[in-house]
């Protein structure tokens, strides 16, 4: 599953959700890092709000790889958010495409459940820089073929779930 949204749409609660109605252990996948004591504190209360049915692994770089991990430690998986692990990949100077594709592979492969938060940002204007809208570019294309591979997408605006495929 894709879930989609824009910042504070309510679709990581969505995926979290969805993700806890599946029995067994949970693996929550965490790719944003800590650079600043705000981003600890969030981080630290994410973590939190998390029950003891999950276990996190910090994939900030390597996706694909923590996908295989978490398929041994548990029954569904939860990746949180897609954008920041592509945000860190551009600033890392990863070729994109192959990490896409990595990505793309771990996914299919993994035999237990995963759901994707993802953001949305091909709404806005186009950015005035080469960065942003490089980062736009590879956010929708990663979204695209994210939402190929699913069986189910899901649009979150002000909290309500949207079912873009079934």
Known sequence: MLVLGGARSGKSRYAQERCEAVPGRL??????????????ER??????????????IEAPLDLAG???????????????????????????????AT???GLIDGVAACPVPVISVAN?????????????????????WLNQ???ALCREVVLVAAGLPLTLKA
């Open 66 to 96: 923590a996908i295989g991990e978490a398929a041994g430690q548990g029954d569904a998986i939860l990746i949180d958010c897609l954008t920041l692990w592509l945000s860190n990949l551009l600033l890392a100077g990863t070729d994109m």
């Open 43 to 56: 981080i630290a209360r994410h973590r939190g709000e998390r029950g003891a049915r999950w276990s996190t």
């Open 27 to 40: 693996v929550y996948i965490a790719t944003a890092q800590a650079f600043d004591s705000e981003m600890t």
């Open 99 to 101: 990490a896409r594709a």
């Open 145 to 147: 073929d994210m939402a």
């Open 120 to 140: 949305e940002v091909g709404f806005g204007i186009v950015p005035d820089n080469a960065l942003a809208r490089r980062f736009r570019d590879e956010a929708g």
